[in-house]
């Protein structure tokens, strides 16, 4: 039995970057691809805004990932998240408080790697996603 598909979105800016761009054809412009509150400015005409989003969802590319590569990657990612603030919990030796969740915002690329995101950073061809770890009881 064949491998189990998804497919990831990036943005790129020429069609040559991923083998597949997305059919929007009759689609509803941002129905789809999330909320564009704050993408433009609310000043502007509205069929400047139009090509603005018209020209994000044209630069959406798919990219297909093997399910198992993705879960085999995000479990060595939280492998490592175990292991580095287990260490640093040790290490903090702290007395009065305790760390009780942690929110990371992590990146998927388009061949299904994580890594860690830092505050601000843009990566092409990369999303990110929040995961939220909470301590075991």
Same mark, same amino acid.
């Given at each position: 039995? %064949?491998?189990?598909?998804?497919?990831?979105?990036?943005? #790129?800016?020429? %069609?040559d970057e *991923? %083998?597949?761009a997305?059919? /929007?054809?009759g689609?509803?412009? #941002?129905?789809?691809i #999330?909320?564009?509150s #704050?993408?433009?400015?609310? !000043? !502007?005409?509205?069929? *400047?805004?139009?090509k !603005?989003?018209?020209?994000?969802?044209? &630069?959406?590319?798919?990219?297909?990932? &093997?399910?198992?590569?993705?879960?085999?990657?995000?479990a060595?990612f939280?492998?490592?998240?175990?292991?580095? @603030? *287990?260490?640093?919990?040790?290490?903090?030796?702290?007395?009065?408080?305790e760390l009780?969740?942690?929110? /990371?915002?992590v +990146?998927?690329?388009?061949? +299904?790697? @994580? *890594?860690l995101?830092?505050m +601000?950073?843009?990566?092409a061809?990369?999303r990110?996603?929040?995961?939220?770890?909470?301590?075991?009881?």
């Amino acid at each position: 039995m %064949p491998d189990e598909m998804i497919s990831i979105a990036t943005s #790129g800016d020429t %069609p040559d970057e *991923s %083998p597949e761009a997305p059919d /929007l054809e009759g689609a509803k412009i #941002g129905a789809h691809i #999330g909320d564009y509150s #704050g993408f433009f400015d609310a !000043q !502007q005409p509205a069929e *400047s805004a139009h090509k !603005q989003v018209t020209k994000a969802v044209d &630069s959406l590319r798919l990219h297909k990932v &093997s399910i198992k590569k993705l879960e085999k990657e995000l479990a060595e990612f939280m492998k490592t998240v175990d292991k580095m @603030f *287990s260490a640093a919990d040790m290490e903090a030796d702290m007395k009065a408080i305790e760390l009780s969740e942690i929110e /990371l915002s992590v +990146g998927i690329n388009a061949e +299904g790697s @994580f *890594s860690l995101m830092a505050m +601000g950073a843009k990566v092409a061809d990369t999303r990110t996603v929040l995961l939220r770890f909470k301590r075991k009881s």
